[in-house]
C-alpha cells in the first residue's frame, strides 16, 4: 500500500474505486465497507483508494483536538494489510474546508480517476457537509463512475462507529471495544526511560507516554499482550499517574511484560489490551504495592488463558 501524505492536489493515473471517511482505527464497520471495496476492485480491474483527511475536519472548525482511537502511525500500521493499494491522507486546509461539495467530487473524479465509489449511508463532504451519497449518485452519469451505498454494519441495534467505539475505551469497556474493533485496542508508542521502582519491587515495566490527543480507557491496571521485536508477551498494564510516587507524575502507560527481560529502550513496541482488572490506588507503602501486583498478575494470568496469542 501507498501512503500519501501532505499534498492536496494528488493525482493517480490508474482508474480507481474510492471510499471516503475519517477511518479512526480499522473497525468492523470499516472492515464491511472494504469487502464492497475489494468487489468492486475485482469486478472492474481498478486500483482501491481510501481518502481521508488529516484531521477530523470538526477539529479545524473547532479550533480543538478531539480524541482518536488511533494515532497517524497506529492507523498506518492497522491499514497497511487490507489489501488497499492508495490510503490518501489530505491535508484539511482551508481551502479544502471551504470547497463546494459538488467541487469537491469533480476534482476527485478527475485528480484520482475515480471509476466508482463506495460510501457509507453517513458519508459527508464538502463545505458544510452539504455533499453525501444521493449528490454522488446525482453526478454520476453527468461525471462517469458507479456508486456503491453500503449500509452500516451494527451491534446490539447501533450502527458500528469510531465514535461507538471511543465511548466504549472512555469507560473501560475494552472487551466491548475489541469486539467492535474486531482485534484488541492497541497503544503503538517508544519506551521511555521510567525511575525504574518497578525494578526494586520485583515487577520491571515498560513506559510509554501517548499524545493527548490518544483516547484511553480509565486509569487502572489491564490485562494486555505485548509485542515487542516481532514476539508476544503476556502482561499487566497500568494507565494512570503512579498515584503512590511522590510528587506530580504525567499520565503514562506502563506494562509489566511477563518473562521478558531486555533492555528495549527507544524501541517503539505494541501493548494491546484486553480487559480491565481493578482502577488505579495509592498505596500506604511500597511493600502493600508490591503484594497487590502479585495479586493482579495472578488476575491478569487468568483472564489470558483465554486468549491465544498471535502478532
Do not use: W
Not at 465497507?33 to 481498478?46: F, M, R
Amino acid at each position: 500500500m501507498d501512503f500519501i501524505r501532505n499534498d492536496t492536489n494528488v493525482k493517480l493515473t490508474e482508474p480507481t474505486v474510492l471510499t471516503i471517511g475519517k477511518f479512526d482505527g480499522l473497525h468492523m464497520g470499516h472492515k464491511k465497507l472494504l469487502e464492497y471495496v475489494d468487489a468492486k476492485k475485482k469486478e472492474k480491474g481498478l486500483k482501491s483508494v481510501i481518502f481521508t483527511f488529516d484531521m477530523p475536519p470538526s477539529d479545524k472548525v473547532s479550533g480543538k483536538s478531539s480524541l482518536q482511537i488511533t494515532t497517524l502511525p497506529e492507523k498506518e500500521l492497522c491499514f497497511t494489510n487490507v489489501g488497499i493499494d492508495y490510503f490518501i491522507e489530505c491535508p484539511f486546509t482551508d481551502e479544502v474546508r471551504m470547497m463546494e461539495a459538488e467541487d469537491f467530487v469533480r476534482k476527485t473524479v478527475e485528480n484520482l480517476n475515480v471509476k466508482a465509489f463506495v460510501v457509507g449511508t453517513d458519508c459527508r463532504f464538502g463545505h458544510n457537509r452539504s455533499g453525501d451519497y444521493k449528490l454522488l449518485e446525482q453526478m454520476s452519469d453527468e461525471l462517469g463512475y458507479d456508486v456503491v451505498v453500503v449500509q452500516k454494519k451494527q451491534y446490539e441495534g447501533r450502527d458500528i462507529s469510531s465514535t461507538f467505539i471511543r465511548e466504549e475505551i472512555e469507560v473501560g469497556n475494552i472487551e466491548k471495544a475489541n469486539l467492535l474493533l474486531g482485534y484488541p485496542f492497541f497503544i503503538m508508542e517508544e519506551v521511555t526511560s521510567g525511575n525504574h521502582l518497578g525494578h526494586t519491587i520485583g515487577f520491571p515495566t515498560i513506559n510509554q507516554v501517548p499524545p493527548v490527543e490518544k483516547a484511553l480507557p480509565p486509569k487502572g491496571v489491564y490485562a494486555s499482550a505485548v509485542v515487542v521485536r516481532d514476539r508476544i508477551y503476556a502482561g499487566m498494564t497500568n494507565i494512570g499517574v503512579k498515584p503512590t510516587i511522590e510528587g506530580e507524575n504525567a499520565l503514562g502507560v506502563e506494562t509489566n511484560i511477563f518473562d521478558f527481560d531486555e533492555d528495549i529502550y527507544g524501541e517503539t513496541v505494541r501493548v494491546r489490551l484486553f480487559s480491565f482488572i481493578r482502577p488505579e490506588k495509592k498505596f500506604g507503602s511500597l511493600d502493600e504495592l508490591k503484594a497487590q501486583l502479585a495479586v493482579d498478575r495472578e488476575s491478569v494470568n487468568r483472564v489470558m488463558s483465554a486468549y491465544e496469542l498471535k502478532i
